[in-house]
């Protein structure tokens, strides 16, 4: 197995298209197709389910890409240290989930990139619980997600502020409105929720474990703000950040109905590691997210 096998399957897993992805590396999609091809002769299992829209992953594919993923991170951070490490210095890494960079992360990098102009800033997005993998591997910098979070004593936490859910629905469910819903009854209609393995899920599903309920969700998506549009279109109900839904709210293509059982507040939180010493860059950053916080109401 070559290097360039894993750097061609990584790029092509990025673009789920071969297409786009020889485009990207600028060289022809017969080579990329190629190494495709042998890379899969050798491991002895196909990576890519192709289709005319472009190829998708096979679990074989989810797991091999987890791994060279991580590599590939590895090696571009060493080449960016290796050939400007001034500007290693300056480079900020945030980990982020979807849910931050729609609601809290703006204006905080607004106000940063005023304060400090020539720092360069990388935003990583991916599942609170990735991105934790991501600061522990030392791939990021900082983290700023939606809690819960495993428990691990190298990550200072440091809560910012809390955030409220709350139960939606198409205006094809609005004969719900003057009803209390309980969690059981979530049931009887389809239901939208995270996939396994996120924050946001391990959040509802300890709720439903308090309550003794067994909640079989209809849909299943990877990102929070995939379930307002989800809802709107009323494919189902789903239970979201309140901050997610404010316009939808105000316009009527979506619904907030009752619910009987109080939905637990969840928090932002920062994270960084304990046993690494910050830059100065990242000191400042953290120091201005706190005093950010500290100045809510």
């Excluded at 399957?9 to 091809?37: C, D, E």
């Excluded at 599942?127 to 591997?137: D, G, N, P, R, W």
Aim: hydrophobic share 40%; charged share 25%.
């Amino acid at each position: 197995m070559t290097l360039n096998y894993c750097y061609f399957f990584y790029f092509v897993a990025l673009h789920r298209n071969i297409t786009q992805a020889a485009k990207y590396l600028n060289i022809s999609q017969p080579s990329v197709s190629r190494a495709i091809a042998l890379l899969e002769e050798e491991l002895g299992k196909p990576l890519f389910i192709r289709s005319k829209s472009g190829v998708t992953l096979t679990e074989d594919g989810e797991i091999f890409f987890e791994y060279v993923s991580k590599g590939m991170k590895w090696l571009q951070k060493a080449e960016r240290e290796i050939t400007d490490p001034l500007l290693m210095e300056e480079t900020l890494t945030i980990g982020v989930s979807q849910l931050t960079i729609r609601t809290i992360l703006p204006p905080i990098l607004q106000k940063f990139s005023m304060q400090h102009p020539d720092v360069n800033m990388s935003i990583h997005t991916d599942s609170s619980i990735e991105i934790i993998k991501h600061l522990l591997e030392d791939l990021i910098d900082v983290a700023i997600i939606p809690d819960p979070i495993d428990h691990n004593p190298d990550l200072e936490i440091i809560s910012l502020m809390d955030i409220s859910s709350i139960l939606i629905a198409g205006t094809k469910y609005s004969f719900l409105t003057d009803h209390t819903l309980t969690l059981d009854e979530l049931n009887r209609y389809p239901f939208i929720t995270l996939s396994q393995g996120t924050a946001g899920r391990r959040w509802l599903d300890s709720l439903c474990m308090k309550h003794s309920i067994d909640l079989t969700p209809s849909i299943e998506v990877p990102s929070s703000d995939l379930i307002v549009p989800l809802v709107k279109y009323n494919l189902g109900i789903g239970i979201v950040s309140d901050v997610l839904t404010k316009k939808e709210l105000e316009t009527g293509e979506v619904i907030k109905l009752t619910l009987l059982e109080k939905l637990p507040k969840r928090t932002f939180i920062l994270c960084y590691r304990r046993s690494k010493k910050l830059s100065r860059t990242c000191e400042h950053f953290v120091k201005l997210i706190q005093e950010s916080f500290s100045e809510e109401p």
